[in-house]
């Protein structure tokens, strides 16, 4: 074989591995040492496609070195983003305000799980003692909620939605869900607002839904939201971040029942229901619409807990979507 005609054959191999490594389902488009992301996520369903992207070795074949930090509240979830000690999270519109107050600190870039008309986020219950049947005899009964939160506003949203003013109903702050869910269950407290599957749990031991967010979904639904600063400075590692969290919300609405190992070990979802919980649909890449927001920041607004309008185009972003 001539010498030209060799360097032409090893041109050739050449370029046929670059192309089939570029079209490799999963290739790592991010090049160097792996981007490190610290990642809080609460024991609740809406981490389930984190997990499941960690089990599949989506992260790692994007380059990515994916630290999850179980954490026990929103509170402490909120206070490892404050310090810098987690890069992203698992939120809501809610936290995200809270947490811009000052200046723009945190940014959502997905929207992470959704109530849907079969599948609710968030429910008001009463308890099997309570002689509630609806929401006007609801008014006369203290509803635990926690204060400030994405509880408290499902909660008013889904009250005034029915036509009734919330500040009608007396609430009582109850923060920690299984607290709330505790007192729902001995009586002590008439009802309460819980979400899923904590929910679930309340309907086992003879508690009444009034109503959830399955007839107004646009109320439900959770967020995920990096610091400002991280994404300022690993916009790539983020749209991967994305894109892996893509492939398993595929996998997971592929298979629901697939994954109850995985909530059993997370412990996301509570022993009573494991391996007996049907796993949701999870929404596909996408962010709040601006009438989500504009209704969260009103709410906040009203309860004196933000002032000011933040920018929607500042706070919720579409460009790291996959």
Same mark, same amino acid.
Do not use: H
């Given at each position: 074989m001539s010498s030209i005609n060799l360097r032409t054959l090893i041109l050739w191999m050449s370029v046929g591995m670059f192309l089939i490594g570029a079209c490799t389902p999963g290739a790592s488009p991010v090049e160097g040492e792996p981007v490190k992301i610290r990642f809080a996520a609460l024991r609740v369903l809406d981490s389930l496609p984190i997990y499941v992207a960690e089990a599949q070795g989506y992260f790692d074949a994007r380059g990515l070195e994916v630290e999850i930090l179980p954490v026990g509240s929103a509170p402490e979830r909120d206070q490892l983003i404050a310090s810098g000690q987690a890069?992203?999270?698992?939120?809501?519109?809610? /936290?995200?305000?809270? #947490? %811009?107050?000052? /200046?723009?600190?945190?940014?959502?870039?997905?929207?992470?799980?959704a109530a849907t008309s079969d599948s609710p986020v968030f429910a008001i219950l009463a308890g099997k003692e309570s002689g509630v049947t609806d929401l006007e005899s609801l *008014?006369?009964?203290?509803?635990?909620? /926690?204060?400030?939160?994405?509880?408290?506003?499902?909660?008013?949203?889904?009250?005034?939605?029915?036509?009734?003013? =919330?500040?009608?109903?007396? *609430?009582? %702050?109850?923060?920690?869900?299984?607290?709330?869910l505790a007192l729902l269950n001995s009586g002590e407290l008439g009802a309460g607002t819980l979400p899923e599957p904590a929910a679930t749990i309340a309907l086992q #031991?003879? &508690?009444?839904?009034?109503?959830?967010?399955? #007839?107004? @979904?646009?109320?439900?639904? /959770?967020?995920? &939201?990096?610091? *400002?600063?991280?994404?300022? =400075?690993? @916009?790539? #590692?983020?749209?991967?971040?994305? &894109?892996?969290?893509?492939?398993?919300?595929?996998?997971?609405?592929?298979? @629901?029942?697939?994954? %109850? =190992?995985?909530?059993i070990e997370q412990e996301m979802v509570p022993a009573p229901l494991a391996g007996n919980y049907p796993v949701p649909s999870f929404p596909t890449a996408g962010v709040p619409t601006?009438?989500?927001?504009?209704?969260?920041v009103a709410w906040a607004n009203a309860k004196g807990l933000l002032s000011g309008e933040p920018a929607y185009g500042e706070t919720i972003l579409t460009e790291y979507l996959p």
């Amino acid at each position: 074989m001539s010498s030209i005609n060799l360097r032409t054959l090893i041109l050739w191999m050449s370029v046929g591995m670059f192309l089939i490594g570029a079209c490799t389902p999963g290739a790592s488009p991010v090049e160097g040492e792996p981007v490190k992301i610290r990642f809080a996520a609460l024991r609740v369903l809406d981490s389930l496609p984190i997990y499941v992207a960690e089990a599949q070795g989506y992260f790692d074949a994007r380059g990515l070195e994916v630290e999850i930090l179980p954490v026990g509240s929103a509170p402490e979830r909120d206070q490892l983003i404050a310090s810098g000690q987690a890069d992203g999270m698992i939120n809501e519109v809610m /936290s995200t305000l809270f #947490a %811009n107050r000052e /200046s723009l600190q945190v940014q959502i870039v997905r929207i992470c799980r959704a109530a849907t008309s079969d599948s609710p986020v968030f429910a008001i219950l009463a308890g099997k003692e309570s002689g509630v049947t609806d929401l006007e005899s609801l *008014k006369n009964t203290e509803i635990g909620i /926690s204060q400030g939160t994405i509880i408290e506003y499902v909660t008013d949203r889904l009250l005034e939605a029915e036509g009734f003013v =919330s500040e009608d109903f007396p *609430k009582v %702050n109850i923060p920690a869900i299984p607290d709330r869910l505790a007192l729902l269950n001995s009586g002590e407290l008439g009802a309460g607002t819980l979400p899923e599957p904590a929910a679930t749990i309340a309907l086992q #031991a003879g &508690a009444q839904v009034i109503i959830n967010d399955a #007839a107004y @979904p646009e109320y439900g639904y /959770s967020t995920i &939201a990096f610091r *400002k600063a991280f994404l300022d =400075s690993n @916009p790539e #590692a983020v749209r991967q971040f994305l &894109a892996a969290f893509e492939q398993a919300v595929m996998d997971i609405n592929t298979d @629901p029942g697939a994954w %109850n =190992s995985l909530l059993i070990e997370q412990e996301m979802v509570p022993a009573p229901l494991a391996g007996n919980y049907p796993v949701p649909s999870f929404p596909t890449a996408g962010v709040p619409t601006e009438a989500q927001f504009a209704d969260a920041v009103a709410w906040a607004n009203a309860k004196g807990l933000l002032s000011g309008e933040p920018a929607y185009g500042e706070t919720i972003l579409t460009e790291y979507l996959p």
